[in-house]
Every structure is written in structure tokens, then in C-alpha cells.
């Protein structure tokens, strides 16, 4: 039996090999053969017609995973920090299973949500009824700011929950209020497993495509703007939509690699991001 | 409790007070009292966001189900929004799920079994170990590439068919499998780590062999987390849109598939040829300008996901709780 665990277990290596040979078989066609003037030097990104800005991608990307991380980040660590800290029992069971049913709302819906509520309601009413009629980065941002939020809270929640009661116990009987055991005891001794949530909830935002497809505000080019008003493409987004239109982008040579190029940027991106958190998580482990 | 030698009257306003001093808590923390109303509301935030979001489905789908009712479920994609229906999807994702069950959900304990119980402590192990966890980090888009590179490819054998029909049901299920994997392992390594060690040893104890004492002593015991792990994988993959994508999901209309009955649901045909999902049907609705569909039907069809997902979800903590009541007894 210990055999067949053993290429169980194997399987995993393979499909990582398999990621990696898939995306770079596939875009070293474009990596070989593109102008690469037409990726640096355009201020578009529009495959059909050789424009392949990744400027516009990486810069749409930044916006959206910022605005993102600015709603996740307050919401998650506030909730992390309640329900670790404040809540009694009673009341966590009855608080977490919100976190809880937020973590399994599929992204396609919350694409939509954004779309047809968040970008009225929210962007429209804040930043002018103009900005509201349709998506725009501001409310991709905001509806994957909001599927991160169970995350970050998640993480930095399992964290503080390891921090040894000893540390509170102790600062209580020095008389610290709870405020302040929260905040300079618990907190730095927990700060390892916050910046890992940090970390991975923004892995998880760059690579976050349905809301951004659904609710981004651009089909299947964009032009390079940095106004989180203004609707874009990130990577993500550029590959969801290059996926859809390939029936009618055959004929355009570059177009489907161009797809495996992108690809192998986000990966890059989201694979660093993801080693970092991991070492700041064992961090964590081996304090406590 | 240590206070109750105080004298009967007033006892339990000293009680009171001693608990709060012994808490910290004083009358006039008002940055405290600021800071902890600060944190409640974040949670409330989430809350609302929640209220809001299920609010907004119904309102938008609910007339998609009154005034038409079965014959949404049942009827097939269609461009004309009054006759589109979602059956289509319903058998797309019923088949991914078959996938996730078959290929993910052995092949994840199988793995978890041997990291947890078999594998030596040596670099190759810590290898795998952290290249699940990296898998799992990774974009979903990503693995649709990995899809439509490599499974699109394999399982075109299946139908002979080419081009864009090469796209079918049985390359976006192992898709879906494969991106769900790094999650069964995860939760099953999780569960099986949680098992008391005594009860190995008492097992080896009595005579019992390595693949014995995980048969009879630790999967029992770990079952419940191992099952609830890979309900909550299948609802992951069920909602999963951006891999169907990029793999080829019909983003128009066909014909082929319709009908919401037993026999066409669990046709395994079906595997074989062009597929859609109901998250993919979401997304294709949510791009039309027409509002009736980006609106109406879109929502509609997300209630009747948002059922799938929060009915499995369900199961998943209604059996933990009743395997667990069993283990208490």
C-alpha cells in the first residue's frame, strides 16, 4: 500500500512539472518571436492587432490588487482580531460562520455582485453617478477586496489564536488594559502570521479573475491608464478574455501564445509572493 | 470560585467588579471601548456585504423563477433571454463534481496518507510538502493554461473531434480535479494529523501492520475532517468559473444536452463532448448588454449555484457533527 500513497503523493510533483512545461512550451513561441518593441514600447494591449503592453496589464493588476488590499486588509485583520481577542465563545459561533459562508461564495458571483451593485451603489454614489453605469477597476478592486477579506482574517485569526495565553495573562496582571495587550502583545507576537495573511491574500488578489473579467470595465483590449476610474484589463483579465475570443483569433499568430506569456508573469509573480508568506508562516510555527 | 468568601450581601457586585478589574476593564476606557466597537464592526461590515450581495441575487433572479419556474432549470441555452435556460449547466457541473470525486478525492488522501504515516523525514518529502502548499497558492487561471494545454489535448482522443471541439466536459472536470487537489490534500493531511497518537501505538500494540493500523485505527478517526474537506472541495470546484474559460466553455449557445432529467443528467456521454457549467453560464450572461439576461438570468443562475454550494456545504457540517457525536459516546 505505502507504494501506491508514494505516487499519490508524486502526483503532485508532476502536475507542478506540468504547469511549468505548459506555460513556457507554449510561450517561448512568444517569447522568441514577438516585437519586442510591441511589448515595452505600445501603450495598449490588444493582441488581435499586435499590442501587447504589459505595462497596461501589470499596471491594472497593481490598481486592482491595491484597492483590493485596502478594503481586505482593515475589514480582515479587524474581524481577525475581534474574533480572537474580544468575542466569547458564544458569541464567536455565532459571528464566525459569517466569515465562514463569505469564504464560499464562488468569485463569478461577487464578478457580478460588483457589477451590478457594487458600481452603482458604492462607486457611483462615492466618486460620481458617471463612474457607476458600468465596471471599472475601482469596483473589480472592491468585490476582490471583499473575497480576500476571509482569508487575511483566517490566517492572522489562526496566528494571534497561537500566541500563548501566558503573554495576555501576563500583561493583564501588569495591568494593561485589553487594548493594549491586543496591541503590543499580542499583535507583535502574532505579526509573522499578519504579514503571511498580508502576503497571501495579495497572491490571491493578483490572481483573482472573474470579478475583474466580469466587473473590470474593458472586453478584450485596453489602453494603458492609471485612473482606477477608468475600466482595464489586469493579467488575469487579459487571459480570461484572450481565452473567449480565440475562436476569432486564430488567424492572429502571436495572439494565443501571448495568452502562455501572460500567464508565465502572473505565475512568476504569485509564485514568489507564495514562498515568501511560507516562510513567514513557519516563522510562526517555530516560535510557538 | 475564589471570591465566594466574601459576606452574602452585595457579593455579586463585588463579584462584578473584582471580574472587571481581573479583565482589565475600567469605566472610563473610551479608547478601548472605540477600539473594540471598531473591531465589531468590521465583522458587521462583512455581514452587510453579505446581506447585501444575497439580497441583490434574489431580488434580480427571483422573477426569473416565478414567472418561469421549471422551465429555466430545464430548458437549454438560448439567445433570447426569455427562453434561455440553464439545464445545460446543471449537467456541466454535475460532471465536474463526478471528476473531483473520482480523481481528486483518491488521489488527495492517498497522498495525505502517505506524507502523514509513510513518508521518512528527508528532503524529497519537504519537497512535496512545500510544493503542495505552493500549488495550492497558485492562480486558477493558471491551471485552466495547464488545461488547455495539456488535458484539451489528451482527451480529444475520446471524441476524434478537433479544433475548438476539442474542448470537452472530461478535460475541464480533471482540470477542475487537479485544482482542487492541493485542497484535499491539505484538509486530509490536517485531519490525519489530528489523531491521537496513543491510538496508533495501541494498535501497533496488539500486532497490527503499518496499512492495518491506518485502516482500522486512523481513517476512522480522521473520516470526518477528511469528508468534510472534500465537500468543501467539491463546492470550490463547482463555483470555479476562470479554468472553464480558458479552457473553451461554450461562450454562445448549443443545442446538444438539454433537459433536466435523470437520464440526461448522468449521461456520461456527455464527457465526450462541448460543455457548460453554471459558472460559466454566469459569466457568459454577465458580458451581455442586454440586461435582461446580465441581470435576471445571471442572478438566477447564481441562486441555483449558490444552492448547490451552500447544500453541500451543509452536508459537509451536518455529518462532522453527527460523526462527531458518535465519537463522544
Known amino acids: ?44 494591449w490588444s493582441p488581435r492587432f499586435d499590442e501587447f503592453s504589459i505595462a497596461t496589464l501589470l499596471v491594472g493588476s497593481l490598481i486592482v490588487t ?223 | 470560585m475564589a471570591f465566594s468568601t466574601i459576606g452574602s450581601s452585595g457579593e455579586a457586585a463585588i463579584h462584578g467588579s473584582v471580574a472587571d478589574a481581573l479583565r482589565g476593564r475600567r469605566r472610563s476606557d473610551t479608547r478601548g471601548w472605540a477600539f473594540e466597537i471598531g473591531l ?15 439580497l441583490t441575487v434574489v431580488t434580480d433572479g427571483m422573477p426569473v423563477y416565478s414567472d418561469r419556474g421549471w422551465e429555466f432549470l430545464d430548458g437549454g441555452l438560448s439567445s433570447i433571454a426569455d427562453r434561455a435556460g440553464i439545464s445545460q449547466g446543471i449537467v456541466g457541473s454535475f460532471w465536474i463534481a463526478v471528476c473531483v470525486v473520482v480523481v481528486a478525492i483518491p488521489i488527495g488522501v492517498g497522498s495525505a496518507i502517505y506524507l502523514e504515516e509513510y513518508a521518512p523525514r528527508t528532503k524529497l518529502t519537504s519537497f512535496i510538502e512545500l510544493n503542495i502548499r505552493n500549488l495550492a497558492g497558485v492562480p486558477s487561471v493558471v491551471y485552466g493554461l495547464l488545461g488547455l494545454a495539456i488535458f484539451v489535448n489528451t482527451f480529444h482522443g475520446f471524441s476524434g473531434a478537433d479544433g475548438i471541439e476539442r474542448s470537452t466536459l472530461a478535460a475541464a472536470g480533471v482540470t477542475l480535479a ?79 444536452g438539454e433537459g433536466l432529467n435523470a437520464q440526461n443528467v448522468t449521461d456520461p456521454s456527455h464527457l465526450s463532448e462541448r460543455f457548460v457549467a453554471l459558472p460559466s453560464i454566469v459569466t457568459t450572461w454577465a458580458k451581455q448588454p442586454d440586461e435582461e439576461f446580465k441581470v435576471s438570468n445571471a442572478a438566477a443562475t447564481i441562486i441555483a449555484m449558490l444552492v448547490f454550494v451552500l447544500l453541500i456545504n451543509s452536508i459537509a457540517i451536518v455529518l462532522r457533527n453527527r460523526f462527531e457525536k458518535k465519537r463522544s459516546s
Not at chain 1, 496566528?159 to 496591541?183: E, K, W
Not at chain 2, 465589531?40 to 444575497?54: D, F, K
Open chain 1, 1 to 44: 500500500m505505502g507504494g501506491l500513497f508514494f505516487v499519490a503523493a508524486v502526483t503532485s510533483l508532476v502536475i507542478s512539472a506540468a504547469i511549468l512545461w505548459s506555460l513556457f512550451s507554449n510561450g517561448w513561441e512568444f517569447l522568441t518571436e514577438v516585437n519586442w518593441g510591441h511589448v515595452f514600447g505600445s501603450d495598449s
Open chain 1, 66 to 288: 491595491g484597492i483590493a488590499m485596502l478594503v481586505a486588509t482593515p475589514l480582515g485583520l479587524g474581524a481577525a482580531i475581534y474574533l480572537s481577542e474580544y468575542a466569547r465563545p458564544g458569541v464567536r459561533t455565532v459571528l464566525k460562520p459569517i466569515l465562514e459562508v463569505l469564504a464560499g461564495i464562488p468569485s463569478v458571483v461577487l464578478g457580478v455582485f460588483a457589477l451590478i451593485w457594487i458600481a452603482p451603489e458604492v462607486v457611483g454614489r462615492l466618486f460620481g453617478e458617471e463612474h457607476g453605469r458600468g465596471g471599472t477597476m475601482m469596483a473589480a478592486g472592491i468585490g476582490v477586496g471583499i473575497l480576500t477579506i476571509p482569508l487575511i482574517a483566517s490566517v492572522s485569526e489562526d496566528a494571534m489564536r497561537a500566541v500563548p495565553s501566558s503573554l495576555r495573562q501576563a500583561s493583564a496582571g501588569l495591568g494593561a488594559r485589553p487594548i493594549s495587550t491586543t496591541l503590543r502583545v499580542v499583535l507583535p507576537a502574532a505579526i509573522s502570521g499578519v504579514v503571511a495573511a498580508f502576503i497571501l491574500a495579495t497572491s490571491r488578489a493578483l490572481g483573482e479573475t472573474m470579478v475583474v473579467f466580469i466587473a473590470g470595465g474593458a472586453a478584450d483590449q485596453a489602453q494603458y491608464t492609471n485612473n482606477p476610474l477608468d475600466g482595464s484589463l489586469t493579467m488575469t483579465a487579459a487571459m480570461a478574455s484572450l481565452a473567449v475570443g480565440t475562436d476569432q483569433v486564430r488567424g492572429a499568430s502571436l495572439a494565443v501564445p501571448s495568452l502562455f506569456f501572460v500567464g508565465i508573469v502572473l505565475f512568476a509573480f504569485t509564485f514568489g509572493l507564495n514562498l515568501i508568506a511560507d516562510r513567514f508562516v513557519r516563522r510562526v510555527r517555530q516560535a510557538y
Open chain 2, 40 to 54: 465589531l464592526a468590521s465583522l458587521l461590515i462583512c455581514l452587510l456585504i453579505l446581506g447585501a450581495l444575497i
Open chain 2, 178 to 256: 487537479v485544482l482542487v487537489l492541493p485542497i484535499v490534500i491539505i484538509t486530509t493531511a490536517e485531519a490525519i494529523r489530528a489523531v491521537p497518537q496513543a491510538l496508533r501505538e495501541g494498535a501497533y500494540g496488539v500486532g497490527a501492520t503499518r496499512w492495518e493500523v491506518i485502516r482500522s485505527q486512523v481513517l476512522p478517526y480522521a473520516a470526518p475532517g477528511i469528508f468534510t474537506g472534500s465537500l468543501l472541495s467539491i463546492a470550490r470546484a463547482i463555483g470555479e468559473a476562470a479554468p472553464l474559460i480558458v479552457i473553451g466553455a461554450v461562450t454562445g449557445f448549443f443545442s446538444a
